[in-house]
């Protein structure tokens, strides 16, 4: 009797030591390599099924199966622009699955508009792909983009200034839209071609976006579809925005940082805000403001976000809400009304 509870303790222990060592799929990713072709990407220890459909979330079973047993950790496939294929990898043997999409969505004449989807969050889980957009302006995007983006959202919160909004309104339409006034006179100083100064204002925005926040978690929390929320650049005043949403579903803070950074590569600021003229200049110190940064031959590419020191301009806003308030959750609590029920809520929603 003895021996077989000893034996049965000793295979219990031997597989969760076995489990815990198993390698698993990971580092997945899609990237467009040409305007019609996609690449997947991932490392497993074992031979990966592909399979792929224009749903995210959805079982092997209801998806096309594009890929048996790879071995390589890469597939290539066509998709167009107008496409928006959802993969899932799963290792046969363990029926692990693991769910990718492209982090940019390809717009002609859109900015930084990226999912973000798939980043680990508490309990093993991931964030779910297709739910939760971040993007700069839409003043400029073509017909089919905006096509694609009602495909995509049924709900936008626009983060940007009063003068913003009105020197370079969205030409997204058919979705709900939200945004609350306020000057620009607040953030000013948040020039991309003088990024030493934008440390600072980072500390306004929590308390400047908590109406903003405010909007965003009750359409999130009413799961009606899909949601993009946008300042111009999509890298400072969205960059909190998703620094809160991040944390609010349980994703390290190393992860946020890393996601913040992305905007550098993804701005096209050529497609941020329209040309301004002279009359227009005279007319608004915001659209001057602008013009200046136009005439500027380094605004029309991404800086860092970090300062001299190589520190994250968002770990200003992390300073401020830490010191102000004591952790995010408490923020969230206090400005957003985002308590434990809700956070329990999102993570239902938001995480596989």
Known sequence: MKKTAGLAVFCVLLTTALAASAEVISAPQVLRTSPDTVLVTWASPSPVDVYVSDKPDVAPAQANRVSVADQDGRHEMKADLASRPYFTLRDPQSGETLHVAERLVPLEQGSNFRDVG?????????????????????????????????????????????????????????????????????????????????????????????????????????????????????????????????????????????????????????????RFDAAAQAASPVAALFAGYQKDPEASKPRPLFDANHRAFLEEAFDEVDSKWGSVDKYLAKEAGIGPVELARLRATYLE
């Open 118 to 274: 798939g980043y680990p969050a508490q309990g093993g889980k991931h964030v779910r792909w297709g739910l939760i957009y971040r993007s700069g302006g839409s003043p400029m995007l073509t017909d089919a983009d905006v096509r694609r983006v009602q495909g995509l959202v049924s709900d936008m919160v626009d983060l940007r200034s009063s003068e913003e909004r009105s020197l370079a309104p969205t030409r997204v339409d058919g979705v709900a839209y939200a945004a609350v006034g306020y000057s620009m006179s607040k953030v000013t100083n948040l020039s991309p071609t003088t990024p030493t100064t934008m440390g600072s204002p980072y500390r306004n925005f929590p308390t400047m976006l908590a109406p903003h926040l405010k909007i965003v978690f009750a359409k999130l929390l009413a799961n009606q579809g899909g949601l993009v929320y946008n300042c111009s650049a999509g890298q400072d005043r969205t960059g909190f925005a998703t620094a809160m949403i991040l944390s609010a579903l349980g994703v390290s803070r190393d992860v946020i940082l890393s996601d913040y950074h992305l905007s550098t590569t993804y701005r096209r600021p050529e497609f941020e805000m329209p």
